[in-house]
């Protein structure tokens, strides 16, 4: 079973940043589109963004502009880089193939105040 470790959250201010990172434990990392979703409190979970295997992104409206994903195909990571970030943006981030087809890892908590 493939493991996600989601690390890098934290607590900012609104217009902060922050750098999240996901290692995957899967030799067929690099051939699969991953994904970030998050989790805010009393909603359902919701994609953010996606990389394809090689490197083409898609992005939420909401994030669009602001947040950047990249991967690391040797390192079997993914990476978000999270600028202006707003309150809405509090959730809980999750990383996973796009369409999520592995098992949730614990996620990353990143909670931002106004």
């Known amino acids: 079973q493939v493991q996600l470790v989601e690390s890098g959250g934290g607590l900012v201010q609104a217009g902060g940043s922050l750098r999240l990172s996901c290692a995957a434990s899967?030799?067929?990392?690099?051939?699969?589109?991953m994904g970030w979703y998050r989790q805010a409190p009393g909603k359902q979970r919701e994609w953010v963004t996606y990389?394809?295997?090689?490197?083409?992104?898609n992005y939420a409206g909401s994030v669009k502009g602001r947040f950047t994903i990249s991967r690391d195909n040797a390192k079997k990571t993914v990476t978000l880089q999270m600028n202006g970030l707003k309150p809405e943006d509090t959730a809980v981030y999750y990383c996973?193939?796009?369409?999520?087809?592995?098992?949730w890892g614990q996620g990353t908590q990143v909670t931002v105040s106004s």
């Open positions: 996973n193939t796009w369409p999520h087809n592995w098992a």
């Open positions: 899967t030799s067929i990392f690099s051939l699969v589109t």
């Open positions: 990389i394809t295997s090689s490197g083409s992104a």
